[in-house]
Structures are given as C-alpha cells and as structure tokens.
C-alpha cells in the first residue's frame, strides 16, 4: 500500500506549485544560460525537455545567468506547475513526482542534446517552500576559477577546466589586491553595465591559493554579479601577478567607474559556479522582497 502523500502547501497566486530544481551543466557546447534566438542556451534546451514531458511551454528562472562557456556544479532554478499537472508528472502521486521527473528529464535531455547528452544533469528536483524565488531569495553565489601558470602543470585531460597561463603568477601580490574590493562597492569598472540595473554589489570573498599540486583556484563570492563581473575581477588579477601592475591598481580600476583598454575579461572556459546560497525556509520570502527592492 502507498503511503499517505503529505500535504503540499500551494505556492503563488492560482494555487500554484513552484518546483525547485539543482543543475550541474558543462557550459562548453552552449552559448551562456539564457535563451537566444537560433543558438544553443542551456535554458532553451532543459525548457524544451521539460516541455516534452509536460506537454506545455515551461519558462524557468535561475539562481545566476552564466556567459558562453563558464560550467555550473550547483545552479538552481525555478518554475511553476499546478497540483494536477504536478501530480500527473508523478504517473499520478504528487509524492513520486520529484525522483519521476528527474528520470523523465535524464531521457529527454539525451533526446533534445543528441551527441551533447550529459552536458545537463538534474541533481535534484522538489517542491520549493512557501516563497522561494530562485533568483531573489538567494543570500550569495560562489565561483572558482582554475589556473595554470606553469608548462609542467598543463595537463591536456583538463585543459577544459583550466587556464593555461603563459607567465608565472605571484599568488601573494594577487591577493593583496584582491582583498581591497572586498565589501558594497559600485563594481561598473569590472563588469558590463544592463540597461536600468545597479552595478553595486557586495563581494564577500575574492582570494587565489596555490594548492599542492601547483594549480591556483580562485574563489570568488559575491550577493549576486553583474554581466561579466567574475571574469573581469580576474582577468584584471591576472595583470596584478603577472607585474604588469600593482596591487592597489585593482582598487584604482574600482574607482575609475569605467571601462577601457586595459579591462580584459580571462577566458570563460575555467569559470565554475560552485554554490548558491538561500536562508532558511521562513526567511525566503523576506529575502525575495528585499532583494528585488534593491535592484530596483
């Protein structure tokens, strides 16, 4: 006999359900997150397999938009189903749903991918609690980036993962001018300005360490990026190692609130979102709303 299915509390206006799915996603065969017309996005492919399953067009929102090339281990995203539909997904028990869909989105991702299949996994797929917003509930999202500043340590099985670096790096000045952007600052110098949306943002986190295997990751964490905004903080790191400038020039960037020759973006292929970060479940909505207060 099934076990009585708890009680799901309806999500939204309508009495609507709102899914909460984990991705991990091979950012190279697709050109960024988001959808574009006649190009290969790693949202237009997972909407056309959910569509495939749940025979209606599904828009998702997602935690962190990633540019052409970066790869995810822990994005998250959202969309909204109703009781019924939810519970037929689940070949009639909205209990079953989560682990039924995640199976039905294995196969129809290897259909809508061909070659690509496994580019896109589903981890993890539930129902989210009352007021969860992919995008807006999130505290913080985090990045690493791998570099590899040494021939002896380029290793062509993860050249895809990594950055062959033609000079040698000074992992110590790096970081000392990494540790002066730290905190609320208008980051319009390192990062490609939207239309009507703020350039202000905090980093929390912005450190490179050399690990014993010689490779350097950095980590870089932040309330939420604007377009370009991670690569452009290392890319200009990148100079700092290298010599080229000094350490306080990162800060002196900051301040110019501007772009120009010298703003260089490192290659996206290394580029990793690690983690998105959410509070705890009765604290979603609170932070849904301030956050989309802010970036209004």
Not at 3 to 29: C, H, K, N, W
Not at 110 to 122: F, I, Q, S
Not at 141 to 149: E, G, P
Request: net charge positive.
């Amino acid at each position: 006999m099934r076990s009585q299915e708890p009680v799901v509390t309806p999500i939204g206006d309508g009495g609507f359900l709102r899914i909460r799915m984990s991705l991990a996603y091979d950012g190279g065969p697709f050109r960024g997150w988001a959808v574009q017309p006649g190009l290969r996005t790693v949202q237009g492919v997972l909407e056309e397999a959910l569509e495939l399953i749940a025979r209606r067009p599904v828009r998702l929102t997602v935690a962190g938009r990633t540019d052409a090339g970066v790869h995810a281990r822990g994005q998250v995203v959202h969309w909204d189903s109703t009781p019924d539909e939810w519970a037929k997904l689940g070949r009639g028990s909205a209990a079953d749903a989560p682990s039924v869909l995640q199976r039905r989105l294995s196969g129809a991702l290897a259909r809508v991918l061909g070659d690509d299949g496994g580019a896109v996994v589903v981890r993890d797929v539930q129902v989210a609690a009352e007021g969860f917003d992919a995008r807006f509930s999130a505290l913080w999202r985090r990045y690493s980036y791998r570099i590899a500043d040494d021939a002896r340590l380029h290793d062509p099985l993860g050249r895809s993962l990594t950055l062959w670096h033609k000079k040698p790096l000074d992992v110590e000045a790096m970081n000392r001018g990494a540790a002066l952007l730290l905190g609320l600052n208008d980051f319009r110098s390192y990062c490609k300005p939207r239309e009507g949306a703020t350039t202000v943002r905090e980093l929390q986190r912005f450190d490179f360490d050399r690990g014993a295997d010689g490779i350097i990751t950095a980590h870089v964490q932040a309330d939420a990026f604007c377009h370009n905004m991670v690569r452009a903080l290392i890319g200009a790191t990148l100079r700092v190692g290298e010599g080229m400038e000094p350490p306080p020039w990162l800060w002196e960037r900051l301040l110019e609130k501007q772009r120009d020759a010298r703003s260089v973006l490192a290659p996206a292929h290394p580029l990793v979102f690690e983690y998105v970060a959410y509070p705890d479940d009765a604290q979603l909505r609170a932070r849904a709303e301030q956050t989309r207060a802010l970036r209004d």
